[in-house]
Every structure is written in structure tokens, then in C-alpha cells.
T-cell receptor
Framework: GAVVSQHPSWVICKSGTSVKIECRSL??????MFWYRQFPKQSLMLMAT?????????EQGVEKDKFLINHASLTLSTLTVTSAHPEDSSFYIC????????????FGAGTRLSVL | AQSVTQPDIHITVSEGASLELRCNYS??????LFWYVQSPGQGLQLLLK??????LVQGIKGFEAEFKRSQSSFNLRKPSVHWSDAAEYFC???????????FGAGTRLTVKP
């Protein structure tokens, strides 16, 4: 099946710094990628949808300037948490779908962000 | 907008017993329906999906789900649960182009020896 790799799996950073999370589709071209946030013991909340080569579409309530999403190629999307604060600590999960992956979203293993 | 309800936050079953996890959805058109499983600290693994056709869908790990349009339900079942099935299970609904996927709150499954 289609594989989505997410890196890093865990990151700890100081408050005020920026953190970049990568999401790669390894064996298919991802025309669309999604970024989710998951709080402990809660469900996934869609943050934004990105299509290759165009600006991401953010869900209501998600700060565009804090969560920068870039989908520069058909196999890579990045989420940058800018000026991170402790309240940004969470589990971030990406998914991808596109040609070769069919109509299914394939999920990465997630990134746990801890902001001190 | 679509939404998903998983009425059971936590279910405990004995190993070898049967399992049914409930999922109800709200969607104006024909939905794409999914069941995912998540182990602690991990991403989501697709168990099965329904797009169209046969309303009884077979998935991986011995799971199946039945789409019932009249009840707006897509319940997940397994005839005999294994200890390794203990995890969090999410039901999800998406539009036909798979955008705008919405997840239920999840059901945590505990398996007793």
C-alpha cells in the first residue's frame, strides 16, 4: 500500500522557536495533503488542506501565520509551527492522497511536539 | 457539513468475544466512510472503507463493517477479538473527492484476558 513518512516523530523545542515537520509520500504522488492536530485522548481535527503548488486552505480558527504549510512538490508537504508556545504542544498528523494512492487518505505516523 | 458520532467512548471486551463499534454519520450526499485504528503514539491505519456497492465491507485483521443508509450507520464488527486489537478506533466520513474528512471522537477498545 501507499506509504506516508512523517519526520520527525518527536520534537522538543523552546518557547519562541520555530519547528518544521515534513510529510512525504514515498511511493505515490500526493496531489493533496492534509494536516491534522490531535490532543490527548481526543479525535483528529483538520487544520488545513494543501494542494501541490497552491496555497493551503485553512480550517476556521487555525492561524495561518502560526502554522505555515508548504506543498512544494508532489511528494512533500511541510508544516512549520512558528514562534511555538506551550499551548502548541500536540500530536500533529499528516495524510496524503493522489494519483497512485486512489481516493484514500494515507496517514503518517505523526509528530509529537513538546514546547517547553 | 458532515459529522460523525461514535456513541461509545470506551468499550471493554474479553478476548475471543465478539465486538461491535458504533458509528453514525450525518452527510447530505452519498458519503465515503472509513474506519481507522490508532495505537498509542502512532498514526492511523486504514481498516476498511465504503465508497459504493456491497454494503458489507471486509477489511484487514478480520474486521468488517456494514453501511446502513436508512440508519445513517457504519458499524464495525469483529467476530472474535484478539488482545492485539486493543487500540483507539476512529470512524470518518469524507466527501466524494476525499477532501474534508471528519472524524468521530473515537472509541477506545480494551481487551481483557
Amino acid at each position: 500500500g501507499a506509504v506516508v513518512s512523517q519526520h520527525p516523530s518527536w520534537v522538543i523545542c523552546k518557547s519562541g522557536t520555530s519547528v518544521k515537520i515534513e510529510c512525504r509520500s514515498l511511493d505515490f504522488q500526493a496531489t493533496t495533503m492534509f494536516w491534522y492536530r490531535q490532543f490527548p485522548k481526543q479525535s483528529l481535527m483538520l487544520m488545513a488542506t494543501s494542494n501541490e503548488g497552491s496555497k493551503a486552505t485553512y480550517e476556521q480558527g487555525v492561524e495561518k501565520d502560526k502554522f505555515l504549510i508548504n506543498h512544494a512538490s508532489l511528494t512533500l508537504s511541510t508544516l512549520t509551527v512558528t514562534s511555538a508556545h506551550p499551548e502548541d504542544s500536540s500530536f500533529y498528523i499528516c495524510s496524503a492522497c493522489g494519483t497512485g494512492g486512489g481516493d484514500i487518505q494515507y496517514f503518517g505516523a505523526g509528530t509529537r511536539l513538546s514546547v517547553l | 457539513a458532515q459529522s460523525v458520532t461514535q456513541p461509545d467512548i470506551h468499550i471493554t471486551v474479553s478476548e475471543g468475544a465478539s465486538l461491535e463499534l458504533r458509528c453514525n454519520y450525518s452527510y447530505g450526499a452519498t458519503p465515503y466512510l472509513f474506519w481507522y485504528v490508532q495505537s498509542p503514539g502512532q498514526g492511523l491505519q486504514l481498516l476498511l472503507k465504503y465508497f459504493s456497492g456491497d454494503t458489507l465491507v471486509q477489511g484487514i485483521k478480520g474486521f468488517e463493517a456494514e453501511f446502513k443508509r436508512s440508519q445513517s450507520s457504519f458499524n464495525l464488527r469483529k467476530p472474535s477479538v484478539h488482545w492485539s486489537d486493543a487500540a483507539e478506533y476512529f470512524c470518518a466520513v469524507a466527501s466524494y473527492n476525499n477532501n474534508d474528512m471528519r472524524f468521530g471522537a473515537g472509541t477506545r477498545l480494551t481487551v481483557k484476558p
